[in-house]
């Protein structure tokens, strides 16, 4: 796909396939598009390598932090279980928001926690709302820590962010949608993954071996569970889709 941006006219060339078509520049669809060539070029730029959270890198886009505090904040879940924890920016901010409501704590897992991440983090204020378990996620000594973790939790949001392929997310939404409490998610990040296959760092073969892929194979073999993006609270934009490197992650549990 080519896109030209004519400012001069306020119009998008939109070139693919042999054919040509043009968006008005200032439309929602110019937008969409537009945005995913931002997301292409700020994935290759490392752009989610600029940001931390008090104090701890989190290596998130801005956009899918903001919405994923609106649904926990709408959802005061009891457990929040990660697995991936790299330098704790992501337990540091779902802890944050649990001391904010009042209400909630992390379980975090990774197969290797380096010693200074490790350090880092069990010396942050917000420590004592985290729990930290060293192993693969998908094996069943961990899954059943993070079992024994959970307990009788009412309500648990699980996110999947440790190892992208789609044979490890869909073993690790097997292991662990179990936990997932009815109107909660699992979330199965990292979809960016088939959008960014032919950029420079990328990989030829993350078009189909992605977690977006893992988490559509998951819900058809699971009815209980649906795609769904979470809505948006507050919308005064003719604005539809996130910008976002997590496509398709978020599995609704709509049954039990």
Same mark, same amino acid.
């Given at each position: 796909?080519k896109?030209? $941006?004519?400012?001069d006219?306020a119009?998008? !060339?939109?070139?693919?396939?042999?054919?040509?078509?043009?968006?008005?520049?200032?439309?929602?669809?110019? !937008?969409e598009?537009?945005?995913?060539?931002w997301?292409?070029?700020?994935?290759?730029?490392?752009?989610? %390598?600029?940001f931390?959270?008090?104090?701890?890198?989190?290596?998130?886009?801005?956009? &899918?932090?903001?919405?994923?505090?609106?649904?926990? %904040?709408? !959802?005061?879940?009891?457990?929040?279980?990660?697995?991936?924890?790299?330098?704790?920016?992501?337990? $540091?901010?779902?802890?944050?928001?649990?001391?904010?409501? =009042?209400k909630?704590?992390?379980?975090?897992?990774?197969?290797? $926690?380096?010693?200074?991440?490790?350090?880092?983090?069990?010396?942050h204020?917000?420590? &004592?709302? $985290?729990?930290?378990?060293?192993?693969?996620?998908?094996s069943?000594?961990?899954?059943?820590?993070?079992?024994?973790?959970?307990? &009788?939790?009412?309500?648990?949001?699980?996110?999947? &962010?440790?190892?992208?392929?789609?044979?490890?997310?869909?073993a690790?939404?097997?292991?662990?949608?179990?936990?997932?409490?009815?109107?909660?998610?699992?979330v199965?990040?990292? =979809?960016?993954?088939?959008w960014?296959?032919?950029?420079?760092?990328?990989?030829p073969?993350?078009?189909?071996?992605?977690?977006?892929?893992?988490?559509?194979?998951?819900?058809?073999?699971?009815?209980?569970?649906?795609?769904?993006?979470?809505?948006?609270?507050?919308?005064?934009?003719?604005?539809?889709?996130?910008?976002?490197?997590?496509p398709?992650?978020?599995?609704?549990?709509?049954?039990?």
């Amino acid at each position: 796909m080519k896109l030209t $941006i004519d400012n001069d006219n306020a119009i998008l !060339l939109v070139e693919e396939g042999g054919s040509r078509s043009t968006l008005d520049l200032y439309s929602p669809e110019a !937008l969409e598009l537009v945005s995913l060539q931002w997301v292409r070029l700020g994935w290759q730029m490392k752009y989610p %390598y600029t940001f931390s959270w008090l104090g701890r890198p989190i290596i998130q886009l801005p956009e &899918d932090m903001v919405r994923t505090q609106e649904v926990i %904040y709408r !959802l005061e879940p009891d457990v929040i279980v990660e697995t991936g924890i790299a330098h704790g920016g992501s337990l $540091i901010f779902n802890a944050g928001l649990c001391r904010l409501m =009042g209400k909630g704590r992390v379980v975090g897992i990774d197969i290797e $926690i380096r010693p200074h991440n490790r350090q880092a983090i069990e010396a942050h204020p917000l420590f &004592d709302l $985290i729990s930290m378990i060293e192993g693969n996620s998908v094996s069943p000594e961990v899954v059943g820590k993070v079992d024994d973790l959970v307990g &009788d939790a009412q309500t648990v949001l699980v996110i999947l &962010d440790s190892n992208h392929t789609k044979e490890h997310v869909l073993a690790e939404l097997e292991a662990y949608h179990h936990l997932v409490t009815p109107g909660s998610y699992i979330v199965a990040t990292d =979809g960016v993954m088939q959008w960014v296959h032919d950029v420079p760092r990328g990989d030829p073969a993350w078009k189909e071996d992605n977690p977006s892929e893992a988490a559509h194979e998951f819900v058809r073999a699971h009815p209980e569970f649906e795609v769904e993006q979470p809505p948006w609270p507050f919308n005064e934009s003719p604005l539809e889709k996130n910008v976002t490197h997590w496509p398709d992650a978020w599995l609704k549990r709509t049954k039990a």
